[in-house]
Nanobody
Framework: QVQLVESGGGLVEVGESLRLSCAASRSIFSIYSMGWYRRAPGKQRELVAYITSGGNTNYADSVKGRFTISRDNAKNTVYLQMSSLKPEDTAVYYC??????????WGQGTQVTVSS
């Protein structure tokens, strides 16, 4: 089993930045991809970004150039640096670990609210 604990959500204004963290309970980067989905009110879940076990990164078109996913192997932690935030980025963000875009494990979710 793997536990994922997220932190870093909050309320920010348009154009500001926020960094989300997702700490895994054990070392899994060599096994799993890790990434973030988000779900906005009334909308379907959307894949935001993920990083593969090999270190390749992928982003949704809606966040390319604004969000950066990275990881710290020593801390078993994945980060999502979000910049130039927009109201449409408002959502609950869920960290996951799994194969590619398929989640085997989920974090508890963290709310990001971008106020205009």
């Amino acid at each position: 089993q793997v536990q994922l604990v997220e932190s870093g959500g909050g309320l920010v204004e348009v154009g500001e930045s926020l960094r989300l963290s997702c700490a895994a309970s054990r070392s899994i980067f060599s096994i799993y991809s890790m990434g973030w989905y988000r779900r906005a009110p009334g909308k379907q879940r959307e894949l935001v970004a993920y990083i593969t076990s090999g270190g390749n990164t992928n982003y949704a078109d809606s966040v390319k150039g604004r969000f950066t996913i990275s990881r710290d192997n020593a801390k078993n932690t994945v980060y999502l640096q979000m910049s130039s935030l927009k109201p449409e980025d408002t959502a609950v963000y869920y960290c996951y670990a799994g194969g590619g875009v398929a989640a085997n494990y989920w974090g508890q979710g963290t709310q990001v609210t971008v106020s205009s």
